[in-house]
């Protein structure tokens, strides 16, 4: 397998990157968002993914290797394989996915060209316990790695974390701040997992 590929950048197109190695010149299938990064002429180290089939062989590259085990955990779903998988990282961050995935964010798979709701629900299924545990944590103290954070900092932090702007992440959370508030007026904590699932609908009716 080859782990990662370095060298200066030879040629850039839509989808793909050459990075010159020892003299040879790779072809890279990447995501938009890893191609921003690069820029001809300047020294590139990109983890790889070696995909094998009878006709081919074509190299994927990522930004790092975090995205690259995401793009290989997720062909291990029936059904994906490594185009949908990178066109589910072109639409979204690795921690978008884990996140899209623990709250059971089916629109957020559906916004991922070629996928449509039943496949976004098998996908749910499949990837529950594959994904691993977000950045931005979320479990029994809400989300975000600092516990003493409030209820609103880690879900404003959630919802930038999925792509949100600013704005529309603070509109979201003053549209669950009444059931947060409830929760708390009642002696519990602000469920955080609970109200970002309600955060990701209102963001999803006002588009």
Request: proline share 4%; with cysteine.
């Amino acid at each position: 397998m080859i782990a990662f590929v370095s060298g200066p950048v030879a040629a850039l197109a839509p989808t793909t990157a050459v990075i010159e190695v020892g003299g040879i010149g790779m072809a890279v299938q990447c995501t938009p968002n890893t191609l921003a990064g690069l820029r001809i002429g300047r020294e590139a180290r990109l983890a790889t993914s070696l995909v094998v089939r009878e006709d081919s062989l074509t190299l994927y590259g990522f930004a790092d290797d975090d995205e690259r085990q995401v793009f290989e955990l997720l062909q291990t779903a029936s059904g994906v394989g490594p185009r949908l998988a990178q066109a589910m990282l072109a639409t979204h961050t690795p921690d978008a996915l884990r996140i899209a995935v623990a709250t059971g964010d089916e629109k957020a798979l559906t916004a991922v060209s070629g996928i449509g709701k039943k496949g976004a629900q098998k996908l749910l299924l499949e990837l529950k316990d594959r994904l691993g545990e977000p950045v931005v944590q979320i479990g029994r103290q809400g989300i975000g790695t600092a516990v003493t954070s409030s209820w609103r900092d880690q879900l404003q932090a959630a919802l930038i974390g999925l792509g949100y702007a600013t704005r529309e992440a603070d509109e979201a959370v003053a549209a669950v701040t009444p059931q947060a508030e409830a929760a708390l007026a009642e002696g519990g904590q602000a469920p955080v997992p609970q109200l970002l699932r309600a955060a990701l609908q209102t963001l999803n009716r006002a588009r």
